[in-house]
């Protein structure tokens, strides 16, 4: 081995012009200083360029400041997808502060939680959230400064703040001059899991991982120059993917959507061009059952990315018989929301098309920026074999994982341990390299000694001309341990049996995976489209 | 202001899960795992897959870590563009070395200082320049190991290593458990500057420099995925400007070319679908005066990116009638190559032609992963004013700059003074944020205490329809100090008199600019098309 001093350890350090923190908020920086004119967000009536959002954010920050905001302190917002949220993204961590974005489905008791535990020294709130943020403030001990979004598009709720956003940020300096953070290791923002069981876990995020998930998407997704994106995914579900940095970097448009409709998207993808926006499969569904009357018009091609459960095929055949092109990914609030992704290959477009929905409906690979990814046993952390049916949990490691769980060390550690992210998701690993999910550790159905995925059953269900939407969770049994229990909403005018559901499943799959029991009825379901498969638990074992 | 403790900053640090050093190296990795069948390299009859070239960077770190090479040692390439060359863009670093590809147009001598202060222990040497290598290792106290690339597609030149690259790496383990850098600080290859002046300095980049560059690239000329790209830069031009790294990020095709030929151009066009190619503006002239026969058969859009020096109208104008979407960039050895682009408008399209290539002929914004660019008084570093006229030099700043100079920390710290890298180029600032180099400290003319930009009057010697080339540097005058001095090569059968030049140039710009004197013939160039102004001025001096 060499055995001389290294020359390149010497007189080549670091300093202020050969290095710099990696941060999102240069993307606005930039895209303010070069496309100044151009659109950056529409809402409504409102159409911001790059130069007037970004100096909007300055205020917000300034304003921040001058109110004692700063380094570690927490700015929470309560809003769906208006330009308060997007600017919060860049105008909070601006001062140094984190921007900590709440589902806005959740109840006054969990908002209360997370303000507690977030320590929010400042919360947005929109006019609809007034009553329930009322509520959840009364339950905390130290009321945070509240300021209102006051939206015209939106009627009812109250102002209940000091002041609204508008003139909070007046006070701000356009000019204000921010900084980046002295360590790109430092957090930017704070995400809770939805925690369906126990309390929500806060995900903090640091702004290099910031930065880079913003161009990992733009790598994965190919987004080019100023795509014009429309706000489907909440800005609030990981930072909405990490979507409002990945839209600065490219100087493209926000478009704001208050309420997931089919008729709102198929006008917004109509009159603004939009050519890109995410949405989980059950979103898709939505607009491919719309009326082809609300479709109409749509000539231009859009891009749409989906993850949150693996798109059924028949979703997938849908929306591309629609000229829609899918990109399946997958990834949790621990990753910045997307951290995988089904990687197509060319060839593939000469196969069936039952055979591409197969081939999409898998997760895929690591995305550009993510360093590991890797099905295997949760115990000793070996690989499993690549042969599409040894079931594992699913790692990840590397620059797209969390910097950890808030105020809770040992969840941290747990979830480090071994050097891997444990996802708690079981996959498969196929021949090519391409993961397929199974299902949640948790939702997966042991019946007389075998593993019976959840999803697999669902795709079944999804097959049936009749089904709209369907959830399979375990109902215990004394015979089998557990048995699988349907959920099912049928498409309007639909009539089909219990029996017939049953037998539709038999001709389709293994028989002991089929359903013993089907419940019809409307599927409960999270803020981010997720079904609540902890609620069907329950309902299937009453 | 806050004075609580930051909850923040505990029990939330770096660990393996959630942290990796950016290196270029997770690309060949990913493509090679992910399009393990696609194609990564063509040279004459090779095709190579992801697959395949992965496997052979891997038994080349192998066999040089088995002949004792390991972390800060230096690893020496004199090649054209051949494979070899691009394996060792991955191959070298793999061990921990540093990769130093060698300018192939330069003499014994200077070959010998760079071999000698490099420190090199291998040197990998193409037949072609066996002779030159062979009488810069008599020049030189410690010989390093030589490793022959002995390319079938070359005639001539001597063996002169212990043995061939082929033998070398065919020692070496196809499945070598490479490691990523301790620190992403870590150097990655040195790159010595031209030098037209005193010793060359050899620049030193690191990992994360040349991940983020290689993303750069990505995403400012919008690449999308698998790019077939046409080696017409040298890759020992800062690393072929970070482009080996950018194609296999993307999964790209490497089309190499040994000699930057007009027809070899057209037919690596035409016959691999090349969609992608970078070149001086000097080689954009050359394809433009091409026989129109030459360019038949091409359908196909190809993006084009220039630097080097800007690119005159008239040379816009050609590659685009031919369909050809020129890029403008710039930057220097010390900044990766470009870290400046000339972003384009869509509204600028409207423009006329001769106002496009004017916009297009500007250098531009900072790259997206650029921190910061300014034009300044180099005295005081205080901004020039956005006028467009006011001339200052140009300074960088971030994680687009290099790491430093190898073993001159003096130079190094004069060159970051103030914290921004000094480029010695001189430029003036347009009212929307794009620069426009003017000038080489070195190259401009003053005339009457009057600054004369010798590019501003080499862009109207190109207007001329006989001119081919054209240099201007300054002729010592004693009434004057200096005068400009025009050096030009005629298109073929083109007859035109010294007066009708001057004539053309008084017609076309302010008198005092215009060239007092004509001389024809053709111009010495360096390597990468630079034209040897050095040469000239003392020509002109004679």
Not at 359 to 372: E, N, T, Y
Request: charged share 20%; proline share 5%.
């Amino acid at each position: 081995m060499s055995n001389h001093s290294n020359p390149y350890q010497f007189g080549l350090d670091k300093n202020a012009a050969n290095f710099s923190a990696l941060s999102p908020l240069t993307f606005i920086e930039r895209s303010a200083s070069v496309f100044p004119n151009k659109t950056a967000v529409v809402h409504q009536n409102i159409r911001r360029t790059w130069s007037e959002t970004y100096s909007r954010c300055r205020r917000l920050a300034s304003a921040l400041t001058k109110h004692g905001i700063g380094e570690g302190d927490t700015v929470a917002v309560m809003a769906p997808n208006v330009p308060e949220v997007f600017e919060a993204h860049f105008g909070v961590p601006m001062c140094g502060a984190v921007l900590n974005a709440l589902n806005i489905r959740l109840d006054a008791e969990a908002i209360a939680f997370i303000l507690q535990h977030g320590e929010a020294k400042v919360i947005l709130v929109d006019r609809e959230f007034s009553e329930v943020i009322s509520k959840a403030l009364k339950m905390i001990a130290h009321r945070p400064l509240v300021i209102d979004i006051d939206d015209p598009s939106y009627e009812g709720g109250e102002l209940i703040g000091t002041m609204d956003y508008e003139a909070f940020i007046a006070d701000g300096d356009a000019d204000y001059q921010w900084q980046l953070p002295e360590d790109e290791w430092d957090a930017i923002t704070l995400n809770y899991t939805s925690g369906t069981t126990g309390n929500p876990k806060g995900v903090v995020y640091h702004h290099r991982g910031a930065y880079l998930n913003a161009m990992s998407n733009i790598v994965s997704w190919n987004m080019g120059q100023h795509p014009v994106y429309l706000w489907t995914l909440p800005m609030f579900h990981c930072n909405g993917w990490c979507f409002p940095w990945s839209i600065a970097a490219s100087a493209g448009v926000s478009v704001c959507l208050r309420q997931v409709r089919a008729d709102a998207i198929y006008d917004a993808i109509r009159d603004e061009k939009v050519n890109h926006f995410c949405g989980a499969p059950i979103v898709l569904n939505m607009l491919n059952n719309a009326p082809e009357e609300m479709k109409a018009g749509i000539e231009h091609s859009v891009k749409v990315m989906t993850a949150g459960a693996a798109p059924p095929a028949a979703v997938i055949q849908g929306m591309e018989a629609m000229g829609f092109t899918v990109t399946h990914v997958y990834g949790l609030t621990e990753t910045y929301g997307p951290s995988v992704v089904c990687e197509w290959h060319q060839e593939w477009n000469d196969r069936t098309d039952e055979e591409i929905a197969r081939l999409k409906s898998r997760q895929g690979v690591r995305a550009p920026m993510l360093d590991g990814l890797m099905v295997a046993n949760p115990d000793t952390l070996e690989p499993v074999p690549q042969d599409g049916e040894t079931m594992g949990e699913v790692f990840m490691r590397g620059n797209l994982v969390m910097k950890g769980y808030l105020k809770n060390p040992s969840t941290t550690e747990e979830s480090f341990s071994g050097g891997w992210f444990h996802s708690g998701d079981l996959a498969v690993w196929h021949a090519d390299g391409y993961i397929e999910i199974k299902d949640r550790s948790k939702d997966i159905i042991i019946s007389g000694g075998e593993n019976i995925s959840s999803i697999e059953v669902e795709d079944v269900l999804y097959r049936n001309g009749d089904v709209m939407e369907a959830a399979v969770v375990a109902r215990n049994d004394e015979k089998w341990g557990e048995v699988p229990c349907a959920f099912v909403t049928l498409k309007d005018g639909a009539e089909v049996t219990e029996q017939e559901i049953i037998d539709f499943c038999r001709d389709n799959m293994a028989n002991f995976k089929a359903p013993k029991k089907v419940v019809f009825g409307p599927l409960p379901k999270t803020s981010t489209g997720k079904i609540q498969k902890f609620v069907l638990r329950d309902k299937a074992n009453d």
